[in-house]
T-cell receptor, first 110, second 116 residues
């Protein structure tokens, strides 16, 4: 079955880079995702990467995928206070279900 | 365009009471999901539906029932609430996009349920 692991907490100073890591188990996942949850809100898709890619860059976001080690990371450049949130990685499991990690809370210190 | 709407947003129940959470989406999505979010546990899938009239169990289905009588609505029922069901519940939906299905889920804002 699918299992997605994340560390739980990260604090970072405004302007620095943040890196969040995730490991997953289902090597057949076609897409891997990063979702962002702001306080009191639902999750919103931040970015995704197709499994045949190693890297995807989207403005301040860089996603790295290491399929051999089943490792996914999200780098946020020039972290801003609006980036304070919980970040979830997720993989598309069988039967059209998304399996989420436990989430990583990022706190940006001004 | 309201997206995914959950009602109620907050509810307090006593042990043994029953209630239904309603999820409504106006995007004509085929797939709908109910998750629960607990501290340190992430999101866990309770039940899901791949179309009107169909439902399936997720990771943690015990103590919950669901129905998808209309495509736009997905109901989550608790027949006899227990304190372990205190949680924040999220509904989500997504379309079938046969050309470029990235699998993006669209989430509601959550329903906070407390069982005393």
């Amino acid at each position: 079955g699918e299992d997605v692991e994340q560390s739980l907490f990260l604090s970072v100073r405004e302007g620095d880079s943040s890196v969040i890591n995730c490991t997953y188990t289902d090597s057949s996942s076609t897409y891997l995702y990063w979702y962002k949850q702001e306080p009191g809100a639902g999750l919103q898709l931040l970015t995704y990467i197709f499994s045949n890619m190693d890297m995807k860059q989207d403005q301040r976001l860089t996603v790295l995928l290491n399929k051999k080690d089943k490792h996914l990371s999200l780098r946020i450049a020039d972290t801003q206070t609006g980036d304070s949130a919980i970040y979830f990685c997720a993989e598309m499991a069988g039967n059209n279900r998304l399996a989420f990690g436990k989430g990583n809370q990022v706190v940006v210190i001004p | 365009n309201a997206g995914v709407t959950q009602t109620p947003k907050f509810r307090v129940l006593k042990t043994g009471q029953s209630m239904t959470l309603l999820c409504a989406q106006d995007m004509n999505h085929e797939y709908m999901y109910w998750y629960r979010q607990d501290p340190g546990m992430g999101l866990r899938l309770i039940h899901y539906s791949v179309g009107e009239g169909t439902t399936a169990k997720g990771e943690v289905p015990d103590g919950y029932n669901v129905s998808r009588l209309k495509k736009q609505n997905f109901l989550l029922g608790l027949e006899s609430a227990a304190p372990s069901q205190t949680s924040v519940y999220f509904c989500a939906s997504r379309p079938i996009d046969r050309v470029a299905n990235t699998g993006e889920l669209f989430f509601g804002e959550g329903s906070r349920l407390t069982v005393l």
